[in-house]
């Protein structure tokens, strides 16, 4: 399946879209090689991939990092809240290729060339796509609601002081300014505080 997948990939032309709840799919080294070797061949002037995605792709930090990456290459990335297959590539509207769902004995893969299947499933791509939000787009929309505390917090962290600085300079206890940051994170979906930098700058949140 997968040879013949990258034989496919080589043979693509123009367009590349792909449709999925996250990014773990297409795990396989082989078949993330022969998207990258479709990439590195196609001429950019011709051939803009894009990728349509769920919210649950957004759920950490290396996610959003990897779809970061993944604009600055040229590719386009919206995501969409109406419901997605685990993963749907058409390319050049010739081939189509569905993931199935994962299972104790791994996941299955079917492709196919119907025009009828191909063009049906292309139409519903981009009727989602045009009702879909650019990445940039979607996490600014996505801002958690930061009182004044919050906001305070976040630049405290920013500023680089030890917790017992920063707890001096607010007029709050340690264990009250530890408890605040917790509660920080926690809105911001971040591990750790160097994550909570990070998010707050991709929120556009001041600091």
């Known amino acids: 399946m997968i040879a013949r997948a990258g034989h496919l990939f080589e043979s693509a032309r123009t367009e590349f879209l792909c449709a999925a709840q996250n990014l773990q799919t297409w795990s396989q080294p082989g078949a993330r ?5 479709r990439m590195r061949a196609a001429d ?5 991939p894009r990728k349509l995605l769920s919210p649950v792709a957004l759920a950490d930090e290396e996610a959003r990092a990897h779809l970061r990456l993944v604009r600055s290459k040229g590719a386009l990335v919206r995501i969409s809240r109406s419901p997605l297959p685990h993963e749907t590539i058409l390319i050049d509207r010739r081939v189509m290729i569905l993931a199935g769902q994962e299972t104790p004995t791994g996941r299955e893969y079917t492709v196919t060339t119907s025009q ?17 939000v650019d990445l ?47 509660e920080l994170m926690a809105k911001l979906e971040a591990d750790s505080r160097f994550q909570a930098g990070l998010r707050a700058g991709e929120l556009g949140l001041p600091r």
């Open 136 to 182: 940039e787009t979607y996490l600014r929309s996505d801002v958690p609601p930061l009182d004044a505390d919050g906001r305070v917090i976040l630049k405290a962290l920013a500023s680089g002081l030890t917790d017992e600085s920063a707890a001096k300079q607010l007029g709050v206890s340690l264990r009250t300014y530890r408890r605040r940051v917790a």
């Open 116 to 132: 009828i299947l191909v063009d049906g499933v292309h139409s519903l791509f981009r009727a989602i796509w045009d009702a879909a």
């Open 44 to 48: 950019p002037a011709d051939f803009t």
């Open 33 to 37: 090689a022969a998207v990258r070797n």
